[in-house]
């Protein structure tokens, strides 16, 4: 009897060299921001220095603005967002996934909607709808967001094996087991990347948005630093906000890596940069 | 017990070449507790005639019967070993198992029994927690034909199960198969393309032209246990050799 396993080596091999390759890029940046920075007056390109001093009065909040002040409103805007994307998205995704009319009459618009610049949305719904707290930041993340969730689930539900559903029909497996047993699954590769990649966009359109749509938020704040030249503190309130991107998508990864234990082969592929 | 078809027609749609008949009033019977063997050339609806009788295709015309007694396909004990394993790779071993039983409506409490008796008997129980894809290829067929045993069919319908496997670790499946298949006595409906393997396996072969015409019904009477190599079964490969390409006017 053969007794092979596969996978387990090149596994640890992957994870210790990609630490050490994350460490030396994020130098090699700040390197080259630093030698940049030269070529500049401080104001406009601020050098490391600079920034390290702008970036302890954001997060002490000696600054105009606080972060305590502006961060929940805009955390609040992202996650009702993103929530309402990835649900609206999910449902179209898998009626066009699933039915042939939803596709016919649904393909052509979300392929349209998802080259719409969120600056668009953004301009449009503040000529709609003015300033608002959360219906402007909000929808427009929406608009957005829904046509990237919707091609996505709609690929991953094209491309279950249809073996594995006959088989299913050869052993008479029941609905409530076939969904869980074998179609999520396959999907759940798919729902997983869409949610990561989602929630990285929705932070991008929220800041946007609230540049122009909003009297309070992470976008409000920057816009008001980048209109009087402040492109330190610009940069300075941006840092902690992709310090949490990063660890929110840190943290998606590793209930991933649980989730999909058994892809032996894909583990190592999996974890840029861990 | 004995299956039959009756009359089968079938013709499928295809968008390039036309309507392609399958098919044209096949009528075929496999003994009960007899391990036959449909063979033919590729593409000349033998997988076909398994999902017949399994009912994931439905005929044109035509009937299924059991002992006799017309039944609807797929209305049988039954379960069917795929050319790939067809495992559930997100499910260890002994779950890919226990969700046939499951499907089968045998209660949580007594899944772990049967799932540990079945992977002793293809000699895979030390695997039960791992994930096919750390498996080898013959073992992960091993584990599709353990899903197969588990739900105790009567019938097993197997598709080309050792098509893939390289020729020694196939040579060892058919042989612990063929173990099974005396211990457990179950009819067993095999499809290959390889004229060897059905000689080597079979009480029964049945042989299929390129138009899904059967054209020879042939016995192997051969004792058990058989030896690979064995001169008898040789010579009866050499004959359906060439009954075989007398009349399978090869379009390759």
């Known amino acids: ?274 | 017990m004995s299956l039959s078809v009756t009359d089968l027609t079938k013709t499928f749609e295809d968008a390039r070449r036309g309507n392609v008949t399958v098919f044209e009033n096949l009528t075929v019977t496999f003994e009960g507790g007899a391990f036959s063997t449909v063979m033919g050339p590729s593409g000349c609806g033998k997988t076909t005639l398994l999902n017949v009788l399994a009912g994931l295709v439905d005929p044109d015309a035509g009937h299924v019967s059991v002992d006799g007694e017309r039944v609807e396909p797929g209305d049988f004990s039954f379960a069917y070993v795929f050319q790939e394993p067809r495992l559930l790779d997100w499910k260890t071993v002994g779950e890919n198992v226990a969700f046939a039983l499951r499907a089968n409506g045998v209660p949580e409490s007594e899944r772990d029994e049967v799932v540990a008796s079945v992977l002793d008997l293809v000699g895979l129980r030390e695997e039960t927690d791992t994930y096919p894809l750390r498996l080898s290829g013959g073992m992960r067929q091993r584990v599709g034909l353990a899903r197969a045993l588990a739900v105790e069919p009567d019938v097993l319908l197997m598709d080309e199960p050792f098509s893939e496997l390289d020729e020694l670790t196939a040579r060892r499946l058919r042989e612990d198969l063929l173990d099974l298949w005396q211990e457990t006595g179950k009819t067993i409906v095999f499809v290959t393309h390889d004229i060897g393997e059905a000689v080597f396996l079979s009480d029964d072969v049945y042989l299929l032209n390129e138009r899904g015409e059967l054209f020879e019904e042939a016995t192997v009477p051969v004792g058990r246990p058989r030896t690979f190599g064995d001169r008898e079964l040789d010579e009866v490969e050499r004959r359906l050799t060439e009954t075989f390409f007398e009349n399978v006017t090869n379009r390759v």
């Open chain 1, 1 to 274: 009897m053969e007794d092979t396993r596969l996978g387990e080596n090149a596994v640890t091999v992957a994870r210790s060299a990609v630490s050490g390759a994350t460490v030396l890029s994020v130098a090699a940046v700040l390197l080259a921001w630093q030698v940049a920075s030269l070529f500049f007056t401080p104001g406009i390109f601020p050098g490391l220095g600079r920034l390290a001093a702008d970036l302890s009065v954001v997060l002490a909040g000696n600054g105009r603005h606080r972060l305590v002040d502006h961060v929940p409103v805009t955390l609040l805007r992202v996650v009702v967002g993103f929530a309402v994307a990835t649900a609206v998205g999910t449902l179209f995704g898998t009626a066009m996934g699933t039915r042939r009319r939803a596709e016919r009459y649904l393909l052509a618009t979300t392929l349209v909607l998802l080259g719409v610049p969120a600056i668009v949305w953004a301009f449009v719904l503040v000529s709609w709808f003015g300033l608002t707290s959360l219906l402007v930041p909000v929808a427009t993340i929406t608009l957005v967001v829904v046509p990237y969730v919707t091609i996505n689930v709609w690929e991953g539900i094209q491309d279950v094996d249809y073996r594995l559903v006959e088989m299913a029909d050869a052993y008479e497996v029941g609905r409530v087991q076939r969904l869980t047993g074998v179609y999520l699954p396959q999907i759940g590769p798919y729902l997983f990347s869409t949610v990561r990649i989602a929630f990285a966009i929705s932070w991008k359109i929220v800041l946007i948005a609230e540049m122009f749509g909003a009297t309070h938020g992470v976008g409000f704040a920057i816009n008001y630093y980048f209109t009087r030249d402040a492109t330190g503190m610009v940069v300075a309130w941006a840092l902690p906000i992709m310090m949490l991107v990063y660890a929110l998508d840190r943290l998606l990864n590793r209930v991933e890596r649980r989730f999909f234990d058994w892809r032996a082969t894909d583990v190592a592929t999996g974890g840029v940069g861990a």
